[in-house]
């Protein structure tokens, strides 16, 4: 299993930024795929942006969102800038071995989840 730990969540203004990051540890010799996910009260998850076989970002955070890994430090990035209310949500790191991302479909793919970091952006 891999563990996940993120930081760096808080309460900002509208237009300022975050960075959170995610160490990660355990058995992460076969992690093939990492993101970020967020949901926020009575939303669905949905996946913010993701690090892999490609980069990947939702609609919604592309040109405004970063994401990186320094896998010296074992360390997920995600830098958010310009920050909207919209963004306000429980942010979530995850990461998905190689073989459960060939055998699921959808967030089922990725089967290792931090605790969550909340964005509070007014």
């Known amino acids: 299993d891999v563990q996940l730990v993120e930081s760096g969540g808080g309460s900002v203004q509208a237009g300022e930024s975050l960075r959170l990051s995610c160490a990660y540890s355990?058995?992460?010799?076969?992690?093939?795929?990492m993101a970020w996910f967020r949901q926020a009260p009575g939303k669905e998850r949905e996946e913010v942006a993701s690090?892999?076989?490609?980069?990947a970002y939702a609609d919604s955070v592309k040109g405004r969102f970063t994401i990186s890994k320094d896998s010296d430090k074992k360390i997920l990035y995600l830098q958010m800038n310009d920050l909207k209310p919209a963004d306000t949500a429980m942010y979530y790191c995850?990461?998905?071995?190689?073989?459960?991302?060939?055998?699921?479909?959808?967030?089922?793919?990725?089967?290792?989840w931090g605790q969550g970091t909340q964005v509070t952006v007014s």
């Open positions: 690090i892999g076989n490609d980069i």
């Open positions: 355990g058995y992460t010799f076969k992690m093939y795929s």
């Open positions: 995850a990461a998905a071995s190689l073989g459960t991302w060939l055998g699921k479909t959808g967030d089922d793919r990725y089967d290792n």
